[in-house]
């Protein structure tokens, strides 16, 4: 029997990485309504997209 490993996206399996991008577009569209400012929803994205690359990061990957 094959043993074939699911698909993963930036290490870690789709559907964090699914619901990670869902978060930050949600974050986002937050930021961007309370706000109203370009500059300042550019920069919570920029800053929502590296924090979780970095909790992506140290998840914990199964071999």
Do not use: F, N, W, Y
Not at 20 to 29: E, N, S
Not at 36 to 59: D, E, P, R
């Amino acid at each position: 029997m094959i043993d074939q490993r699911p698909t993963r996206i930036a290490g870690v399996e789709p559907g964090t990485a699914v619901l990670a991008a869902a978060t930050c577009l949600a974050l986002t569209v937050g930021v961007a309504a309370l706000t109203q400012s370009v500059v300042a929803t550019v920069a919570s994205c920029v800053s929502i997209v590296a924090g979780l690359a970095l909790a992506l990061a140290i998840l914990p990957h199964k071999a």
